[in-house]
Nanobody, 122 residues
Framework: QVQLVETGGGLVQAGGSLTISCAASDSTFSPHTMAWFRQAPGKEREIVTHMFWSDGSTYYADSVKGRFTMSRENAKNTVFLQMHSLKPEDTALYYC???????????????WGQGTQVTVSS
């Protein structure tokens, strides 16, 4: 069973930047789609961004478009989420996930990391 491990969360001031990472335990893991989701207290888990592994094309939720960038390092089977101009409403537990299909819905993702906390202070 492939494991996804997120690192890099932390506390940052509003307007600041942070990069979080997600590494797959299996170097041969090649999902259809890798994604970042987030879940704030009392709210449902929501898609932040996803990437098609075949060509690297990406989708971004409107709330993060222009501020967040998803990228990957194929050799290390690692994806990154660069977050800029952070806002207090970006505070959440951020999860990476993998799916065999293209989807913005958490139910379609079968592999999940444990999550990393991102807290943005005002």
């Amino acid at each position: 069973q492939v494991q996804l491990v997120e690192t890099g969360g932390g506390l940052v001031q509003a307007g600041g930047s942070l990069t979080i990472s997600c590494a797959a335990s299996d170097s041969t893991f090649s999902p259809h789609t890798m994604a970042w989701f987030r879940q704030a207290p009392g709210k449902e888990r929501e898609i932040v961004t996803h990437m098609f592994w075949s060509d690297g094309s990406t989708y971004y939720a409107d709330s993060v478009k222009g501020r967040f960038t998803m990228s990957r390092e194929n050799a290390k089977n690692t994806v990154f989420l660069q977050m800029h101009s952070l806002k207090p409403e970006d505070t959440a537990l951020y999860y990476c996930a993998a799916a065999p299909v293209s989807s913005i819905y958490a139910v379609d993702y079968g592999y999940w990391g444990q999550g990393t906390q991102v807290t943005v202070s005002s």
